[in-house]
């Protein structure tokens, strides 16, 4: 069974810069294509970055250039690298892991920018 551990969240000021990371665990880390999602209140849990298991990767458009999504395969560890957040960056930050019609997601952490 996977185990996805996140963290890396907390309160930041606008413009900051805040690292999460996700620890993989209970099964082989390099055959997941790895996502981060986010989710308030109200809304749909939507996708923010993902990686594929050679590498590549794509960002929701409002993320583009200011978030950065890699991964440490002997780490077993996927991270997202968030600069120059925004208050409506604020959300809970899902780590998840696909394997063909498989997802696994993990606890969830919470980012706070405050404005």
């Known amino acids: 069974q996977v185990q996805l551990v996140e963290s890396g969240g907390g309160l930041v000021q606008a413009g900051g810069s805040r690292r999460l990371s996700c620890v993989c665990s209970g099964s082989i880390f390099s055959i997941y294509t790895m996502g981060w999602y986010r989710q308030t209140p109200g809304k749909q849990r939507e996708l923010v970055a993902r990686?594929?298991?050679?590498?590549?990767?794509d960002y929701t458009d409002s993320v583009k250039g200011r978030f950065t999504i890699s991964r440490d395969t002997a780490k077993n560890t996927v991270y997202l690298q968030m600069n120059s957040l925004k208050p409506e960056d604020t959300a809970a930050y899902y780590c998840?892991?696909?394997?063909?019609?498989?997802?696994?997601w993990g606890q969830g952490t919470q980012v706070t920018v405050s404005s």
């Open positions: 990686i594929t298991t050679i590498g590549n990767t």
């Open positions: 998840a892991a696909d394997y063909r019609a498989y997802r696994y």
